[in-house]
């Protein structure tokens, strides 16, 4: 996680394989999660919207 901006329910990831950073909602996270924090490990899957591609059914992966 790059950014996220809980006050607003959005944030970025940055991601590792081309290093581009991928838009997030928090309607996107998975049941459970409520935020992210910068610095934390996720996984997602990339889905392709009208603005572009974004990261859905985000989990923070443990360690």
């Not at 590792?16 to 049941?31: E, I, M, N, T, Y």
Request: hydrophobic share 30%; glycine share 12%; with cysteine.
């Amino acid at each position: 996680v790059k950014r996220w901006t809980a006050e607003r329910g959005f944030g970025f990831i940055r991601r590792a394989s081309s290093g581009q950073d991928l838009f997030c909602h928090v309607r996107s996270l998975k049941d459970g999660v409520q935020s992210l924090e910068p610095g934390q490990s996720v996984e997602y899957s990339v889905h392709q919207t009208e603005k572009g591609e974004e990261a859905r059914d985000v989990a923070i992966l443990d360690g």
